[in-house]
């Protein structure tokens, strides 16, 4: 019997290890390539699916401006387990309307057409023309923008991330998972703070037009601009806060102006593409306005979103409720707020250059300070 001397064996144990390890390396990587491969054939299929068949899919952008409770009427559809929402998802372009005008439309061009494999490079690009900071959205991180604004949109994430055994299903989220999330959805929607004027959008329904497989509607979310501004006032290094209340009130009141006027150029009343509502009547009559809100966009009004709205508008649930940005709310809080806070004088700035905006979509005029404090007189 021959006996091994230690080195022979020594060569041999190496030799088995180097022969499992490149054995190992290569199933899987052979793993790695079906799963990657796999994942791109599903959202192929899926796309090529939809284009083929009956299905179409509902897109709604919910334009408006900043303070204009957007956060709280967006929930209405993230609470909602058959969406697909995404909370500005523009961030990285900035609300300078006259910097990447066509960029930022081209983006939510993609977007509704759930197209977000070059999501990253999209907002790389547009942080490099805007200096802008991500230090707070964290857009590039996690793929998403605001991803404490994501909780179902995560779930749904991983639970397809796992399914598919894509890898690491924890933030970033995969741009390839999030298309076919997003065309597994009926229902899309986007919350947009980041286009200036409705002309802008207005390309995108045009195009959509032409695409059989979507339903693209507008909600166009309104406030009371004295609010608006009494809001932002409380917001770190808005202009509000130096003294330009006038130049603002301005500057917001001309967008409005023009928003409104091409809004019913645009789309003529009664239109099934375009839904004005204000923020003051989906605080005061939450219920109805969910109601209305849901009828127009074709869809019935899940139980998990009702059980929201009611946890959410009841007296007992907001006491303490002091975030900026909470969408928990108060009617009587949320609808005086700006009441009680502002000076007769910063009213009367703002009235001078919102008057025609303010009756038009029919707010009242404060007369006096007493007028405007005594709030058992309805202004909105």
């Known amino acids: 019997m021959r006996h091994w001397s230690f080195r022979g064996r020594l060569a041999l144990t190496v030799c088995c ?7 190992f390396t290569h199933t899987s990587s ?4 079906k799963t990657k491969k796999e994942l791109n054939q599903q959202s192929k299929t899926a796309r090529e699916n939809q284009e083929n068949s009956p299905f179409t899919r509902k897109v709604v952008i919910v334009f408006t401006s900043k ?8 929930e209405m559809f993230n609470q909602n387990p058959n969406a697909f929402y995404l909370f500005e998802p523009l961030f990285p372009f900035t609300r300078t309307c006259t910097v990447l005008r066509s960029e930022r439309v081209d983006a939510l ?19 490099k023309v805007t200096n802008y900071t991500d230090e707070y959205a964290q857009c590039l991180n996690n793929t998403i923008c605001f991803e404490e ?3 179902p949109l995560l779930k749904k994430h991983k639970t397809i991330c796992r399914n598919l055994h894509a890898g690491k299903c924890s933030l970033p989220m995969q741009p390839k998972l999030i298309s076919e999330l997003c065309l597994q959805s009926k ?3 986007y919350k947009i703070l980041r286009v200036c004027d409705l002309e802008t959008l207005s390309s995108l329904f045009k195009s959509s037009r032409k695409k059989n497989d979507i339903d693209m509607k507008l909600i166009h979310l309104v406030r009371d601009p004295r609010a608006i501004l009494s809001s932002r006032i409380n917001l770190p290094k808005d202009k509000t806060r130096t003294g330009n209340l006038k130049a603002e009130a301005q500057l917001l009141c001309k967008r409005l102006r023009t928003n409104l006027k091409f809004a019913d150029t645009y789309w003529r009343a009664p239109n099934i593409k375009y839904k004005r509502i204000r923020h003051e009547d989906i605080t005061s009559r939450p219920e109805q306005s969910l109601m209305e809100i849901y009828g127009f966009v074709g869809e019935s009004v899940p139980e998990d979103v009702k059980k929201w709205l009611k946890g959410t508008t009841q007296p007992e649930n907001v006491q303490g409720i002091r975030s900026n940005f909470s969408t928990t709310r108060k009617a009587s809080n949320v609808l005086n707020t700006w009441r009680r ?7 009367q700035q703002i009235q001078n250059e919102c008057e025609d905006v303010l009756q038009y979509l029919g707010y009242t005029i404060a ?5 405007q404090k005594n709030e058992t007189l309805v202004l909105w």
């Open 30 to 33: 052979i793993e790695m390539y």
């Open 341 to 347: 806070n502002l000076s007769y004088i910063d009213v």
């Open 109 to 127: 061009r993609q977007f509704t057409q759930c197209k977000f494999d070059n999501i990253t490079q999209v907002y790389e690009n547009a942080f």
């Open 17 to 23: 290890f180097i022969t499992s390890w490149l054995y």
């Open 367 to 371: 007369r006096d300070e007493n007028h």
């Open 67 to 74: 303070r204009s409770g957007s956060s709280f009427l967006g």
């Open 149 to 151: 604004r994501h909780s």
């Open 187 to 189: 229902l899309v929607v």
